[in-house]
């Protein structure tokens, strides 16, 4: 995702299932000027210091430029800290990010308009392929139980239940950032087994246990159900080792676009 490369769009169906000396010196010594200077010439210093002031207010302009510096300023900042934030996402475990997530619903806030921003420049948006695909197979789901796990702020869920597809619909996510999401681990959702028909991980892979989330979604889905899958290629060291687990698993590869 990062990287701003290909992504892949997989729909599988299952078929089973400082040192303080140091530091004082110089603070000291200005101190210690500062002081002898009022002293000596306090007067003068106030009526200064006021005129400086009153100089400084009557030259103050609404700042225009300084204020779009700061703007570039903090999304810059902002770049960095999602940048950091997707790369802990990749390279820790899902429950280590469960816990550093916790409080800091801020830095989810940070990550999703980072991440916003930089799928806005893909020509093609997964979550808008699987949505389409979920409605050129209407039928087959109007009624189905559909489970978007990393959802992020909850779209896909938006999405079909306004072209009304779909029974139960629920998303999940490390935070709830819109009210209809669930905060959970993926690989350990509090649902029966085989009561689900599709699963979608739309660039939510990410986690150094990963596999761990695509066992819980077998473990989910119905048999004939769905796991639907939508990454950058660059994710897996090996695509075809990554199609060969998931076959392993007992899942029959139905369709896969590369785009
Ligand atoms: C790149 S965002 C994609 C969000 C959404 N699926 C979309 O396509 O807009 C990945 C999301 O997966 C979530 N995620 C990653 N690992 C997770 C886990 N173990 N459990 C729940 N959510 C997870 C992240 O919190 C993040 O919101």
């Avoid at 010196?25 to 002293?39: A, C, E, F, G, T």
């Avoid at 690989?187 to 009561?195: A, D, L």
Wanted: glycine letters at 4%; proline letters at 2%; charged letters at 30%.
């Amino acid at each position: 995702m990062q990287r701003n490369d290909n992504y892949q769009v997989q729909q599988h169906q299952a078929n089973t299932h400082q040192q303080k000396s140091q530091q004082q010196q110089p603070h000291h010594k200005s101190d210690h000027y500062i002081n002898n200077y009022s002293k000596l010439n306090g007067q003068n210093y106030d009526s200064n210091v006021r005129k400086n002031e009153k100089t400084n207010l009557a030259k103050r302009k609404p700042d225009h430029k300084k204020s779009s510096d700061l703007d570039a300023i903090k999304s810059s900042l902002d770049a960095g800290r999602f940048r950091l934030l997707n790369e802990m996402l990749y390279t820790q475990s899902s429950k280590e990010s469960l816990d550093y997530f916790k409080d800091r619903e801020v830095d989810m806030k940070v990550y999703h308009d980072g991440f916003r921003r930089q799928t806005e420049r893909w020509t093609h948006q997964p979550l808008q392929i699987i949505s389409e695909f979920i409605k050129e197979n209407e039928n087959r789901f109007k009624n189905a139980t559909i489970l978007d796990l990393g959802c992020g702020e909850g779209q896909l869920e938006v999405m079909l239940k306004r072209k009304r597809i779909g029974k139960v619909i629920e998303s999940y996510d490390l935070v709830s950032l819109a009210p209809h999401v669930k905060v959970c681990d993926v690989k350990n959702i509090p649902r029966e087994s085989e009561s689900v028909d599709m699963v979608v991980f739309c660039l939510s892979l990410m986690g150094t246990n990963y596999m761990e989330f695509v066992q819980e979604a077998n473990r989910l889905l119905k048999k004939d159900g769905y796991l639907v899958i939508a990454e950058v290629t660059s994710r897996f060291t090996s695509l075809s080792l990554f199609q060969i687990l998931i076959r392993q698993m007992g899942f029959k590869l139905i369709e896969s676009v590369i785009l």
